[in-house]
C-alpha cells in the first residue's frame, strides 16, 4: 500500500472586500454630508452645544478619497463653515470662536498633508502592481491562442486583491510528440513558491522539448524540484512539495494522456455537453515526496474527440466555499452546458466561483483549457 501523506493547508491572508458602488457613492459624498450635518446640528441645538467633531472629520476624510485640490476645498468649506455657525449669534469675535475655527483650520491643513502621503503610496503600489504584472508574464507567460491545431486558452485568479501571482502554475508547449500541458500547485506563498513556480516551468519547457514520454517528463520535475529544494530554508526545505496534473495530446491522434501527481483530476467536457473527470487509475505522490517512496509513473490514456474540451484546474476552482460551507462542484455546474471557445469557459467559472464564494476566494486559481476543434 501507499503511504499516506498529510494535506499541509496554507492560510491566505484574508482578502480585502471591494466596495460596492453604493458604498463607492457614499464614501465620495460623506465630507460633503458631515458638514452639512453639522451646520444643521449646530443650528439645531442650543448654543453650548458645538459641531466641531463634524468640521474637522470631513477634510480628514476627504484626504484618502479626494485628489489634493478637492481635500482643499473640503478644508475651507469646513472652516466657512465654522465661523458660519458663531456668525449668527453676532460677528463679534469671542475665544470659542477663534478657537474652532483655528482647530478647524488646523486639521484642513493635516488632512492636506496627509493627502500627499496617500498618493506618494498609490503611486508606489501602482509601481509595485506594475512590476508584478512584468514577473508574472516573464514567469507564467500567457500561450497562443492556437497551438498544434487545439485552441488554448488560460486563467490565473489570484484570492488576494492586487496580488498577480503566487503558487499556482500553467504552461503549454508544443513537441515533436504532440502538445504537452502542465497545471500545478506549489505549497507555500511568498517569493519561495513563485522560484519554485519558475522552476518547474523552466524545466517543464526543456523536458517537454527532449523526453520521448510524458512519465520521463515527470521524472524531470522531480528531478529539478530535489534540485531547488537543497537551495530553500525553513519549513519549505523539509516539507515543500508540487502538485501537478501533465498532459499530452498527440497530433491527429484523438487521444490524451495523462500523469497526475497529487494533482486535483482534470475534466474533460464532451461536445455534447456530458462532464467526465478523468482520475489517475493509480494515484501517485506530490513533486518533492519522493523520500515517503518511489513508484514508476504510468500514463492514463482516455479518448479526446473532435469538439471536446480538456480542462485543468488548481484546488482554488474545487475548493471555493459559499456562506454554507459548500464547495463548488465544476463537475456538476459544467455538466450539459456548452461554451464556444476555452476562453468563454474559463470566464464563466472565473465569474461563477466569484459569486459562489461572495467574492473571497480562499485559494488562487489557475485554469488552463484545451478544445480539438
Known amino acids: 500500500m501507499r503511504p499516506e501523506f498529510p494535506e499541509l493547508p496554507d492560510d491566505p491572508p484574508a482578502p480585502t472586500p471591494t466596495p460596492t458602488p453604493v458604498l463607492r457613492t457614499l464614501l ?29 472629520a470631513a477634510p ?32 463679534a469675535v469671542d475665544a470659542d470662536t477663534i478657537t474652532e475655527t483655528v482647530t478647524v483650520a488646523t486639521v484642513a491643513v493635516l488632512a492636506a498633508v496627509i493627502n500627499r502621503v496617500v498618493r506618494r503610496g498609490d503611486r508606489r503600489l501602482a509601481s509595485a502592481r506594475e512590476i508584478a504584472e512584468a514577473a508574472q508574464r516573464a514567469v507564467l507567460p500567457e500561450p497562443a491562442e492556437r497551438i498544434g491545431g487545439f485552441d488554448i486558452a488560460v486563467r490565473y485568479e489570484a484570492a488576494q486583491e492586487g496580488a498577480f501571482i503566487g503558487g499556482d502554475l500553467y504552461a503549454v508547449q508544443d513537441s515533436a510528440h504532440g502538445v504537452r500541458l502542465v497545471v500545478g500547485d506549489v505549497r507555500g506563498k511568498g517569493m ?12 517543464f519547457r526543456e523536458a517537454a522539448e527532449q523526453e520521448a514520454t510524458l512519465e520521463a517528463v515527470a521524472q524531470r520535475l522531480e528531478r529539478a524540484l530535489a534540485r531547488e529544494g537543497t537551495r530553500r530554508d525553513g519549513i519549505d526545505a523539509v516539507e515543500g512539495f508540487t502538485t501537478v496534473v501533465l498532459a499530452e495530446l498527440p497530433h491527429g491522434d484523438g487521444v490524451l494522456r495523462i500523469v497526475n501527481r497529487g494533482h ?34 504510468r500514463a492514463d ?27 463548488y462542484d465544476p463537475a456538476a455546474r459544467l455538466a450539459g452546458r456548452s461554451f464556444r471557445d476555452p476562453g468563454a469557459l474559463l470566464r464563466t467559472l472565473a465569474e461563477e466561483v466569484r459569486r459562489h464564494s461572495g467574492g473571497f476566494l480562499t485559494d488562487d486559481m489557475a485554469l488552463l483549457a484545451v478544445r480539438r476543434p
Open 60 to 91: 480628514l476624510v476627504a484626504a484618502p478619497l479626494y485628489p489634493l485640490g478637492g481635500t482643499a476645498v473640503t478644508g475651507v468649506v469646513a472652516v466657512l463653515a465654522t465661523y458660519g455657525v458663531h456668525a449668527r449669534f453676532g460677528f
Open 192 to 203: 519561495g513558491a513563485v522560484a519554485a513556480v519558475a522552476v518547474v516551468i523552466g524545466a
Open 301 to 327: 490514456e482516455a479518448a479526446f474527440p473532435n469538439g471536446a474540451t480538456l480542462l485543468l484546474h488548481t484546488d482554488g476552482l474545487t475548493e471555493a466555499r459559499d456562506a454554507h460551507g459548500e464547495f
Open 264 to 297: 486535483p483530476p482534470p475534466l474533460l467536457l464532451d461536445a455534447d455537453g456530458a462532464v467526465r473527470p478523468l482520475p489517475a487509475r493509480e494515484p501517485a505522490l506530490p513533486l518533492g515526496m519522493g523520500e515517503l517512496g518511489t513508484w514508476p509513473d
Open 28 to 56: 465620495q459624498i460623506l465630507p460633503a454630508l458631515l458638514i452639512v450635518g453639522g451646520v444643521f446640528y449646530d443650528l439645531l441645538t442650543p448654543r453650548g452645544f458645538t459641531a466641531i467633531p463634524f468640521f474637522t
